[in-house]
């Protein structure tokens, strides 16, 4: 689950709670503050994005799109056939080029692990934020926060793109130490849409001969 480490950051930093006031910025703390109180109030949440990784020295650039689905402390997330879904105490890796699922407990300790609601506090203690500017961005008042690492991390900074005035996260770009840059952009954003449970349960069923590796 390396390999998703960054997208778990940047559903993380899309959904910041409260704990955020312990950032220095005071400016920076309001609009993380706002976004917060704005996610809070929905019900679920859909987000389409691309995710791109670029590397100039390694001439790398590579660009995918993905979806997740988010209902409370459950999730549904699938970029390049591969999903990963969370029931809130289960957690289904599904990887399609061999048609097998790994089966794992939610591991709150993990920073791998993709469970937003119970790993946002972990985050939240180990982030300064900072106002950079505020931009208007294709007719769009854009606030441009950065988030840099306390500790240390394999990437040392997180800029959010955040619309002022819908109070939604425009895009996350990751800076990581390696001269990779991962960025997140959201092309579609649905609150409070109707979203079943059974959606963040893996069903056997539907991947037929899938081999189920349970490493709980």
């Known amino acids: 689950m ?6 778990s950051l940047f559903i993380l930093v899309l959904f910041m709670n409260q704990s955020m006031s312990q950032v220095v910025d005071e400016k920076a703390n309001s609009i993380l503050d706002k976004v917060s109180v704005k996610m809070k109030s929905y019900t679920s949440m859909k987000i389409e994005f691309t995710y791109t990784i670029d590397n100039k020295a390694e001439k790398i650039h590579q660009s995918k799109t993905g979806v997740v689905t988010i209902k409370g402390d459950k999730y549904s997330l699938v970029i390049q056939k591969q999903r990963i879904i969370s029931d ?3 957690v289904w890796t599904y990887i399609p080029d061999a048609n097998e699922v790994q089966v794992n407990n939610v591991n709150t300790k993990d920073d791998e692990a993709l469970n937003p609601a119970k790993l946002l506090a972990t985050y939240s203690k180990n982030y300064r934020a900072k106002l950079v500017k505020e931009v208007n961005q294709g ?9 840099v690492p306390i500790k240390g991390k394999a990437f040392f900074k997180v800029r959010l793109m955040i619309d002022k005035t819908k109070l939604q ?5 990751i800076y990581n130490k390696n001269g990779s ?3 997140y952009k959201v092309s579609k954003f649905t609150p ?3 979203v079943l449970d059974t ?6 069923s539907d991947f037929p001969g899938v081999e189920i590796n349970d490493m709980r």
């Open 88 to 90: 809130g105490k289960t």
């Open 169 to 173: 996260v425009l895009s996350t770009e």
């Open 199 to 204: 959606e963040f349960s893996f069903k056997a």
């Open 139 to 147: 007719g769009v008042m854009t606030q441009i926060v950065d988030l």
């Open 2 to 7: 390396k390999k998703f480490s960054f997208v």
């Open 181 to 183: 840059t991962y960025a």
């Open 192 to 194: 409070n849409s109707k």
